[in-house]
């Protein structure tokens, strides 16, 4: 069973555009991460969200997480070519700091 | 750059060898996770150290994958007598969120 829900899988965008992406999960998770991974290396965390509600920001990148903790959102605003990648969500869901659940990520390219 | 190395980058061998890929993790970090990743999916958990000890491995992690941290620094994971379906990326992660380059295997 997949725990993390990711949508789009796939999205094609110009530049300049704005787009969202989802995480969704009918499971409770204590927190939250976004990773961007490059065709041939391995993800590089972006952010951690912990509490219900939270936002967080950074440059063009805005994070969300659901009041309830189930689901969370990035929104990239004018998009731009050097965005282009996985996107990937994952979840701390037992609470313990041990082990992440994965989405299957979100394949974002960019066009000039 | 996060500080989390895997050699070899790239792997290619024939179907039946062995191989062997080393991480070598942040030093003052005692948790090392090892993930399978196939194009375009998010990475599949295999197994994790908590400074020497494996504490817990995928059922994904066949009777022919071994992994060790024998000093509680670097890793190794073994793969005996590859399969065509073993061929993937291999990531190493130090602690939860930093991973390594990966090693890109590809079993012919």
């Known amino acids: 069973t997949q725990l993390l829900e990711q949508s789009p899988q796939f999205l094609s965008i110009q530049e300049g555009e704005n787009l969202t992406v989802y995480c969704n999960s009918s499971s409770v998770f204590s927190s939250l991460q976004w990773y961007r991974q490059e065709p041939g290396e391995g993800p590089v965390l972006l952010v951690t969200v912990v509490t219900g509600g939270e936002v967080k920001k950074l440059k063009r990148l805005t994070f969300q997480f659901g009041d309830a903790r189930k689901d969370s959102s990035l929104h990239i605003t004018a998009a731009q070519p050097g965005d282009t990648g996985l996107y990937l969500c994952a979840g701390d869901y037992a609470g313990n700091n041990r082990k992440l659940i994965w989405g299957l990520g979100t394949s974002l390219a960019v066009n000039p | 750059d996060t500080g989390v190395s895997q050699d070899p980058r790239h792997k290619i061998t024939k179907r039946g060898q062995n191989v062997t890929f080393r991480c070598d993790p942040i030093?003052?970090?005692?948790?090392l996770y090892w993930y399978r990743q196939t194009l375009g999916q998010g990475p599949e958990f295999l197994t994790y150290f908590q400074n020497e000890a494996q504490l817990e491995k995928s059922r994904l992690l066949s009777d022919r994958f071994s992994a060790e941290r024998p000093k509680g620094s670097f890793s190794t994971l073994e793969i005996q007598r590859t399969e065509q379906g073993d061929s993937a990326m291999y990531l190493c992660?130090?602690?939860?969120?930093?991973f390594g380059p990966g090693t890109r295997l590809t079993v012919l």
């Open positions: 030093s003052e970090h005692n948790r």
């Open positions: 992660a130090s602690s939860l969120s930093y």
